[in-house]
């Protein structure tokens, strides 16, 4: 074997020996009646919010950009979360979505005694799953159960919508230097093809794969989606043969990129940009 | 300017810088130095410590906080600091060359490549990067060796290593585009370099490691002094010019490799440290490395502290090798200065 | 009496390649023999494989009787020193550290000295006129200061055999003279000596024997009083040479310049 043909194996492994379950606790059990909440990731403090128990919430991690938790302290990373700045918040419950990265500071935290509640959130259905751990475990019991059943009933509709039109071949774009593109397993593949898209990374050797210009101009996209939030080199692409003819539209809301409540939010933006409103003539 | 700091009462002769009265005074500041910073430590961070409930309720959350977080991670940081410091130590005195860090002969590029591998794949967190870093380290160290069996100058060596760590830099970068983007960002943060909280087992085992390798520097050091000398004339000094060092790259590498493996690249330590001490207290190897041991030592648990306290400006503990290139950077060009200025 | 150095049939070289050849003589206690020659005839190399350093390409060296492949370098070091050309790049030691690392063969692995090892110290530091030297930088003194250390390291090892490779290198008039003074007055007292030297005159002063190499062979060997004489080094340099004879008997050569 090739040392190339080695390493790539080598990257196709890293989807990992032993993938976490959906819905984990670490820890001891959570308090009856919890009270103060920590969060490490924005999906989790979305969740949070969606299910009307943002009062809960005494920590959340330094990406968290959302008006209501402005005030709140900080705790850290994906990588890097304080084990002691969460410890210092005294909370009755942590939600972290568990990644190879932070396995060790969430056993330190779970080994001081904190109630730890662990989420994949890699589909549609682990963000039901969790969505539904969250609220039993904050007492939101049926919020949350209709919360992910109209979820399940929007994308449930966005398929159905879906199936009504031919389906476009589509490149979902993370960044354009390098090219990271939506590959077979990642969110926005599984989004993708709710909304009637078909990924032309699907065969691709990861989730997230790095993509030379000429195996994008070889692909030959109808739809290119631009979730770059406006991050440079966009221009040097379009003008190329191949993806000149592909129609650009540039993704307002980041929704997508977050596997959280707002997802079904997320499933209709790609389903408008996938399939616009206005039928164009010869498409 | 080194002269002027041999006390009178120390002094053995004129012009003679090690004595025991000496080294015993120097080593215990140094010493003392060290314990202030361990328990400065232990008893500040961003969790408010309340020193009473640690030492009255050992059930409490207080007392987990200091025994099973605070005190590993600042024990930790003492071993790593203390195995960078006399391993930096003994390589300058080694290679003759002052810019020499622990690194230098390719111990960072093979542990940097074992954990980046290691990452890549997908191996647990736990274990998986630091075994293989401290595999990577010791078969570069090998590869050092090897070379340097046919060569008698330590400039092989030398040569190995940095060739050696250049393609290892370029190795990880070709694996760094190859995989995912999002574990891209675990092998950016081992390879900066921090301290985290190991088990006691974890711990004992790699102070023991640490004391030995340590030790054999240390009693290695006299013959370091005359190997500056050159090589030739060492070896009319009765020195086995061959046979030391192998022994002290053999020491320093697994030195480096042990403490590399639990804390990943922490730099300036085992470079700035000895190089202070030295335009402190002189160049005699055998006051140098336990010297170069305690204030490496001082030296990373007070840069990891840092860290901590920093923490509610970055909302992120910055890397400690960041802390300890702006701390030490800056201090290292003072001193230096003044060096100079009194030569 | 067993020779202090003794060499047999002896070509000295490197990987096998002869750089001098025929090389056979033996250096008594209490004896200095004066090696001269031109630059690249074999002197420094022969006192490579003198201390052991090089293997000899042929032939043997006994060092005291035995072989110097056979000695331990430590107890070797207790009783033949050296006397390098060159210095290495300053490490920051003082005068005094320099010559007491002299004493090194005789202490343990920390090199502790006892009060009687910094007294021959500073003996041989006093004896050679550079005890004020013993608290300076060696990086901040003058080439031929730094010779004169590196003489009083190689006294301090209380050697039985010296070997000095051009040791009047970069020193002047007074302290070349002082210096060979010095050496002599210790082969006097029994010690054995071996000294590459560039200036006929000196070697006239202080030697017993004399060892002519040119271009790797010998072209003479033995006493002073016989071996050194005008004819001899003219053909040892390839240039004309003058004697004259001083009052006291001292001999001096000279070339002879054609204008």
């Given amino acids: 074997m090739s040392p190339a043909a080695a390493l790539l194996a080598l990257g196709v492994l890293a989807a990992g020996p032993g993938e976490p379950a959906a819905v984990q606790t670490l820890g001891p059990r959570a308090p009856g009646r919890v009270r103060r909440v920590v969060t490490l990731a924005p ?84 963000v039901l799953a969790g969505l539904r751990a969250v609220g039993v475990a904050l007492g939101h019991t049926d919020k949350a159960e209709a919360l992910a059943r109209a979820l399940a009933e929007t994308r449930a509709a966005v398929r159905a919508r879906a199936g009504g039109f031919p389906s476009v071949r589509a490149l979902f774009v993370y960044g354009f230097e390098p090219l990271v593109v939506a590959g077979p397993g990642s969110f926005a593949d599984e989004l993708l093809r709710d909304a009637g898209g078909i990924n032309v990374a699907q065969d691709a050797r990861s989730a997230y794969p790095v993509w030379s210009v000429e195996h994008a101009l070889a692909a030959k996209p109808d739809v290119v989606l631009d979730a770059t939030h406006g991050v440079g080199g966009r221009e040097a692409l379009q003008e190329l043969p191949g993806l000149r003819q592909a129609r650009w539209v540039t993704l307002p809301s980041p929704a997508l990129l977050h596997p959280g409540p707002a997802l079904g939010q997320g499933l209709e933006e790609l389903f408008r940009a996938l399939h616009p409103v206005v039928p164009e003539a010869g498409r | 300017m080194s002269v002027a700091l041999a006390p009178r009462r120390f002094a053995v002769a004129p012009g003679v810088r090690f004595s025991g009265g000496r080294a015993l005074a120097i080593l215990s500041v140094l010493g003392l130095c060290m314990v202030a910073a361990l328990l400065a430590s232990a008893v500040l961070g961003e969790y408010p410590l309340g020193l009473r409930r640690v030492l009255l309720e050992p059930l409490s959350v207080d007392a987990t906080v200091f025994w099973r977080l605070r005190v590993p991670r600042a024990v930790l940081g003492a071993v790593v600091g203390a195995a960078l410091g006399a391993s930096g130590s003994a390589l300058q005195g080694l290679l003759k060359n002052p810019l020499a860090d622990p690194f230098i002969l390719g111990v960072s590029g093979g542990a940097a490549l074992g954990a980046t591998l290691a990452l890549a794949v997908g191996l647990t967190a736990f274990a998986g990067p630091s075994l293989f870093a401290f595999v990577g380290s010791l078969a570069a160290m090998g590869l050092v060796l090897a070379v340097g069996r046919t060569r008698r100058s330590p400039y092989a060596a030398l040569l190995t290593g940095v060739i050696f760590n250049a393609f290892a830099s370029a190795a990880i970068t070709g694996i760094k585009t190859l995989i995912s983007p999002d574990r891209v960002g675990e092998i950016l943060y081992w390879l900066a370099g921090s301290l985290g909280y190991e088990s006691p087992r974890t711990l004992a085992g790699a102070a023991i490691l640490q004391v030995a390798c340590v030790g054999v520097l240390w009693r290695q050091s006299g013959r370091l002094n005359l190997l500056s000398l050159g090589d030739e004339d060492a070896s009319s000094l009765g020195v086995p010019v061959d046979r030391t060092r192998v022994v002290v790259l053999v020491a320093t590498s697994l030195s480096v490799a042990g403490a590399v493996a639990l804390s990943g690249l922490v730099g300036f330590v085992g470079l700035i440290v000895p190089h202070l001490l030295r335009l402190l207290v002189g160049p005699d190897q055998r006051l140098l490395v336990p010297a170069s041991a305690l204030g490496g030592a001082a030296f990373l648990v007070l840069s990891d502290l840092l860290t901590r306290l920093l923490f509610p400006v970055f909302h992120a503990e910055l890397p400690v090798g960041v802390v300890t290139a702006v701390l030490g950077g800056p201090l290292f060009l003072y001193l230096l200065q003044r060096a100079e200025a009194r030569t | 009496m067993t020779a202090s150095l003794l060499v047999r049939g002896l070509a000295v070289g490197y990987g096998g390649v002869p750089v001098a050849t025929g090389l056979a003589f033996d250096v008594q206690p209490g004896c200095l023999l004066a090696v001269l020659g031109p630059n690249g005839s074999g002197k420094s190399t022969l006192l490579r494989t003198v201390l052991g350093w090089l293997p000899p390409v042929q032939g043997e060296v006994l060092l005291f009787g035995q072989p110097v492949s056979g000695w331990e370098r430590r107890r070797l070091a207790q009783r033949v020193a050296w006397v390098p050309q060159s210095f290495e790049a300053d490490a920051g030691f003082t005068g005094m550290e320099l010559v007491l690392m002299g004493r090194a063969p005789h202490l ?152």
Avoid: C
């Avoid at chain 3, 920390?110 to 110290?121: H, Y």
């Avoid at chain 3, 039985?160 to 003279?177: C, G, M």
């Fill in chain 1, 43 to 126: 999906s989790l403090t979305d969740a949070v919010l969606a299910l009307g128990a943002g009062d809960l919430l005494v920590g959340v991690s330094r990406f968290d950009e959302q008006p209501e938790v402005r005030t709140l302290p900080r705790v850290g990373g994906f990588v890097d979360p304080s084990v002691e700045a969460v410890a210092a918040l005294k909370p009755d419950l942590v939600l972290v979505q568990l990644g190879p990265g932070n396995q060790r500071p969430v056993a330190a935290l779970a080994a001081l005694g904190i109630p730890i509640l662990a989420l994949r959130l890699a589909s549609i259905d682990d």
């Fill in chain 3, 108 to 259: 343990g692995a920390w090199g502790l000295p006892s009060e009687r090892d910094v007294a021959l110290a500073r003996g041989t530091l006093e004896e050679l006129g550079v005890l004020h030297l013993a608290g300076r930088r060696t990086g901040e003194l003058s080439g031929g200061e730094r010779r004169l250390l590196l003489l009083a390291r190689a006294l301090a090892q209380g050697p039985e055999l010296l070997l000095l490779d051009e040791p009047t290198a970069f020193l002047d008039l007074r302290h070349q003279v002082h210096v060979l003074q010095r050496v002599r007055a210790r082969v006097d007292a029994g010690l054995a000596a071996v000294a590459v030297l560039h200036d006929a005159n000196l070697a006239a002063s202080v030697a017993d024997h004399v060892l002519l190499l040119r271009e790797g062979s010998v072209l003479g060997h033995g006493p002073t009083q016989e071996w050194l004489s005008a004819e001899r080094l003219a053909a040892l340099y390839g240039l004309p040479m003058v004697e004259a004879v001083a009052e006291g008997g001292a001999r001096a050569f000279a070339p002879r310049w054609t204008p």
